[in-house]
């Protein structure tokens, strides 16, 4: 083996570069002391991340101003040493976040950057949903990243406020991922619904996204969208035109209220964007919403959809029941099938799932009746796998199991992954109960975890 040869320096411009930008930038910088061919190459690189290991002693005391004005200092110390191209900038610091000028000067540079890739991460340590009467301290997003930025690929946000046109996103005209969590839309008091016409977008993501006063009107009109991922509460959310979403993931929190329900025109400008999805994940209130918008529609099926998720499933809940069973039997093509349930209170687990809501369900017991018939008489013809998660041989749990293995054909696998609760002697309970159910495809198997 030979020694004293200096096989760092001797890499390529491009495998060095690579390095750096698998490092930290305070780490990238310190590269500088290993040879004269590494001293300053971090100044190249593409893209520049500051987020917590930028600084690392900063902490919110009695000294924060001097502390951000070192912080300060740094950053715009790297950003004027830096040349080259930039493609990517992430901002990741919520020091910054009552600091707005700050945050204004660097968007000022960036604006003479040609950037593709924009990250504003201002999310503190604890982080809330926004609600609609509850503002959290929010980093009030200046009208110059609609205008001078409309050139952008990515735009991520966190912990951000919208305050400007609700047409605004229609002038990101070569974005193709947008990512927006814990973003306020503070539109005054305009009826207009906040459009997000994007006609490149391919990913979007809203997570825990909410208006000031009211919840916002969404509609979404991407032709080439084909991952979406919904998380919060929206008065109305429309899917408007998205022929190739493939993948989407709607977990609708807070139920539906009594002064405001959501008909069945509320539900179908969801479902009506999910004819071509072929991997669906549902959980949150969306059972909820989806029973009650459902009492005058029949809605078309999801031809496409192959991998169907229920997560926060009651099984216990007359409301919860029907909705999965609704889904399900409208998935003619349905291959694999994955249930997580929900734990309600105790005495609630052994109830029937005829009797679990009472009389005063929105769902009326004919309805349901109906429902429990149809089932039983239905193939699910294409269904080859079936996980269901943290089972604790409730009546209801069970019977559902049973009806899954007296329905799928084709079923090759069933996954069951039992309560961390459960005794020795409930498993086996469990276990007997389920060796004595009745399997209509003679190559099922039932794995117990």
């Known amino acids: 083996m030979e020694t004293g040869v200096d096989r760092i320096s001797s890499l390529p411009d491009n495998v060095r570069e690579e390095i750096l930008m698998l490092l930290p930038l305070r780490d990238a910088a310190k590269a500088s002391l290993l040879s004269t061919k590494w001293r300053n190459l971090w100044a190249n690189i593409p893209c520049l991340v500051f987020d917590r290991s930028f600084c690392p002693m900063v902490r919110v005391c009695q000294h924060q101003d001097a502390a951000i004005g070192k912080l300060m200092l740094n950053l715009c110390t790297v950003l004027f040493l830096h ?32 950037i593709d890739g924009l990250t504003i991460t201002l999310e503190s340590q604890y982080r809330f949903p926004c609600f609609p009467s509850y503002k959290i301290e929010c980093y009030q997003l200046p009208r110059r990243v609609f205008s001078s930025f409309s050139r952008l690929k990515t735009l991520r946000l966190c912990c951000c406020e919208i305050k400007t046109s609700p047409v605004s996103f229609d002038g990101f005209r070569m974005l193709t991922v947008l990512e927006l969590r814990n973003v306020i839309f503070s539109d005054g008091y305009s009826s207009t619904p906040w459009s997000f016409k994007c006609p490149l977008l391919s990913a979007l993501t809203l997570d825990d996204c909410g208006g000031l006063f009211e919840e916002p009107d969404i509609v979404i009109e991407a032709p080439k969208l084909s991952n979406f991922r919904f998380v919060g509460k929206f008065s109305s959310l429309h899917l408007k035109h998205t022929p190739l979403l493939k993948t989407a993931i709607l977990n609708k929190q807070f139920p539906p209220t009594e002064h405001k329900k959501d008909g069945p025109s509320k539900v179908l400008q969801i479902w009506g964007g999910l004819a071509a999805v072929e991997s669906l994940s549902v959980s ?8 009650r918008g459902n009492q005058a529609i029949d809605l078309s099926p999801l031809e496409m959809v192959t991998h169907m998720t229920l ?30 349930t929900k734990k309600k209170l105790k005495q609630m687990s052994d109830t029937s799932t005829s009797a679990a809501l009472g009389p005063s369900s929105e769902l009326d017991n004919g309805r349901f009746r109906d429902m429990i018939v149809r089932a039983f008489g239905y193939r699910m013809g294409q269904l080859k796998r079936v996980e269901v998660k943290r089972v604790d041989g409730a009546k209801p749990e069970m019977n559902y199991i049973r009806w899954l293995l007296n329905s799928s054909p084709v079923l090759a696998k069933m996954e069951i992954q039992l309560s961390p609760e459960l005794s020795a002697a409930e498993k086996m309970l469990i276990l007997t109960a389920l060796n004595g159910f009745e399997r209509i495809s003679a190559k099922a198997r039932i794995i117990i975890t």
Request: some cysteine; overall charge positive; glycine content about 4%.
């Open 83 to 114: 040349r080259g191209p930039l493609r990517e900038f992430s901002l990741s610091l919520p020091l910054l976040r009552s600091f707005p000028d700050h945050i204004e000067r660097i968007l000022v540079f960036l604006q003479e950057k040609q």
């Open 284 to 291: 949150g209130h969306f059972y909820q919403y989806l029973a």
């Open 311 to 340: 997560d926060e499933l009651w099984f216990s809940g007359r409301i919860c029941m029907w909705s999965a069973l609704y889904m399900i039997m409208k998935a003619p093509n349905l291959q694999r099938l994955t249930i997580s």
